[in-house]
């Protein structure tokens, strides 16, 4: 790893989920923590990726179809999709028409095909509609969910492409922070071996759940979402031997001290730092200067003062940062802005939570 810094090009793709939440800010803090963790945890962990053919698309055929493919004829009867939505092509469910967009690749919460099927069935647009069709399962509808966190790959699929518009707009639409993601994860893992084995091995005996962050990648990401009661500072110190492949670290809800950013700091491809209510502080917080690939750092409910914000600005790599539920202040958010202009700052002073809900919350955490 050479000393530069090409921290920039990953924050693209978390731009958007980081809009989407400060969208979503007035949201209750249930859910709002609920979304980091879902955001988080589609990324971070470890699964089978999902298969268009065998999974999804017979689930679209079973319940969708009938009412949402291209026009066609049926008895003499003239059938067009309704809505204007069509499911029956990869390109019409990414495009959709100017209101309701099917399937966005990795937006759980901004991809309509997700949002009608999980609506009140009362609701006129809940899908299928009322007595039209039996709703999706629960199961299903986690199906669709998985595969849409996981950026929607439809394996090659591209269904009826009859009235797909031009290829530039489709083609422009998707894949660009894709490729950009891709070729700053190539370029962050330039030189370095697959990790070994036994320390793998070593590491997922302590607790760690340890996956490649793209399948032949030799980058990890790291969590400890199967046990974070027992993640403390020697968990993370076990995690040495690692420290040149993780670039995706959550340590959330964990019961680390500051003593473990030491460690963290050495992982010098880390990318994604999660540190969501952790008792960690400002001092801590300084330690991870020293990591200048970092893009993404969640300081949620984490109790840091605008002493953090002068080491915080000093990362220059970082683009996202979650300080809601911190003890930073307007003018601490805004010195931190200031530092990083580039960077996207979720800072909630204003996050109603009612007083019990909110304890109650932390003291279930
Ligand atoms: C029996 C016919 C029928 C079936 C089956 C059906 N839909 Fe629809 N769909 C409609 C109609 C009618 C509308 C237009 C509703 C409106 O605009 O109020 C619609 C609208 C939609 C919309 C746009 C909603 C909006 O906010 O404007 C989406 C997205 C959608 N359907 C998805 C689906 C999905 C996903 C399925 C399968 C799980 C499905 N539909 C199954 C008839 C159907």
Same mark, same amino acid.
């Given at each position: 790893?050479?000393?530069?810094?090409?921290?920039?090009?990953?924050?693209?793709?978390?731009?958007?989920?980081?809009?989407?939440?400060?969208?979503?800010?007035?949201?209750?803090?249930?859910?709002?923590?609920?979304?980091?963790?879902?955001?988080?945890?589609?990324?971070?962990?470890?699964?089978?990726?999902?298969?268009?053919?065998?999974?999804?698309?017979?689930?679209?055929?079973?319940?969708?179809?009938?009412?949402?493919?291209?026009?066609?004829?049926?008895?003499?009867?003239?059938?067009?999709?309704?809505?204007?939505?069509?499911?029956?092509?990869?390109?019409?469910?990414?495009?959709?028409?100017?209101?309701?967009?099917?399937?966005?690749?990795?937006?759980?919460?901004?991809?309509?095909?997700?949002?009608?099927?999980?609506?009140?069935?009362?609701?006129?647009?809940?899908?299928?509609?009322? /007595?039209?069709?039996?709703?999706?399962?629960?199961?299903?509808?986690?199906?669709?969910?998985?595969?849409?966190?996981?950026?929607?790959?439809?394996?090659?699929?591209?269904?009826?492409?009859?009235?797909?518009?031009?290829?530039?707009?489709?083609?422009?639409?998707?894949?660009?922070?894709?490729?950009?993601?891709?070729?700053?994860?190539?370029?962050?893992?330039?030189?370095?071996?697959?990790?070994?084995?036994?320390?793998?091995?070593?590491?997922?005996?302590?607790?760690?759940?340890?996956?490649?962050?793209?399948?032949?990648?030799?980058?990890?990401?790291?969590?400890?979402?199967?046990?974070?009661?027992?993640?403390?500072?020697?968990?993370?110190?076990?995690?040495?031997?690692?420290?040149?492949?993780?670039?995706?670290?959550?340590?959330?809800?964990?019961?680390?001290?500051?003593?473990?950013?030491?460690?963290?700091?050495?992982?010098?491809?880390?990318?994604?730092?999660?540190?969501?209510?952790?008792?960690?502080?400002?001092?801590?917080?300084?330690?991870?200067?020293?990591?200048?690939?970092?893009?993404?750092?969640?300081?949620?409910?984490?109790?840091?003062?605008?002493?953090?914000?002068?080491?915080?600005?000093?990362?220059?790599?970082?683009? /996202?940062?979650?300080?809601?539920?911190?003890?930073?202040?307007?003018?601490?958010?805004?010195?931190?802005?200031?530092?990083?202009?580039?960077?996207?700052?979720?800072?909630?002073?204003?996050?109603?939570?009612?007083?019990?809900?909110?304890?109650?919350?932390?003291?279930?955490?």
């Amino acid at each position: 790893m050479t000393g530069s810094n090409i921290g920039g090009v990953s924050g693209v793709s978390l731009a958007a989920l980081l809009r989407s939440v400060s969208k979503h800010v007035m949201m209750k803090l249930p859910s709002f923590i609920g979304y980091f963790a879902a955001a988080l945890l589609s990324t971070v962990v470890a699964h089978a990726a999902s298969d268009f053919k065998t999974e999804i698309y017979p689930l679209i055929e079973t319940h969708c179809l009938k009412c949402h493919s291209a026009t066609h004829e049926v008895n003499g009867k003239v059938l067009k999709p309704k809505g204007g939505i069509r499911l029956d092509a990869a390109w019409a469910m990414l495009k959709g028409n100017d209101d309701v967009v099917p399937v966005k690749p990795k937006d759980v919460e901004n991809s309509d095909l997700l949002r009608v099927v999980t609506l009140p069935r009362d609701d006129d647009k809940a899908m299928p509609p009322e /007595n039209k069709g039996d709703p999706l399962t629960a199961a299903e509808i986690a199906t669709l969910k998985k595969w849409i966190a996981e950026g929607a790959d439809f394996g090659g699929w591209e269904g009826n492409l009859e009235g797909k518009p031009a290829a530039a707009t489709v083609a422009a639409k998707v894949p660009v922070k894709e490729r950009e993601r891709e070729l700053f994860y190539a370029k962050l893992a330039e030189g370095l071996r697959p990790p070994v084995a036994e320390l793998l091995a070593k590491a997922q005996a302590g607790g760690a759940r340890v996956a490649p962050v793209s399948p032949d990648s030799p980058l990890l990401r790291v969590d400890f979402l199967t046990g974070v009661s027992q993640c403390n500072d020697q968990a993370v110190a076990a995690l040495a031997p690692l420290a040149d492949h993780i670039a995706h670290l959550d340590l959330a809800r964990t019961n680390i001290t500051d003593a473990a950013l030491k460690d963290v700091a050495r992982m010098r491809r880390l990318t994604r730092l999660d540190l969501r209510s952790v008792k960690i502080t400002d001092t801590g917080i300084v330690q991870l200067a020293a990591l200048e690939n970092l893009t993404f750092l969640n300081l949620y409910g984490i109790p840091v003062t605008d002493e953090a914000v002068t080491a915080l600005g000093k990362m220059k790599s970082l683009r /996202n940062i979650c300080l809601a539920e911190t003890m930073i202040t307007e003018a601490g958010k805004n010195k931190l802005q200031a530092a990083l202009p580039l960077a996207q700052i979720v800072f909630n002073p204003d996050l109603t939570v009612p007083a019990g809900k909110g304890a109650a919350k932390k003291a279930g955490n």
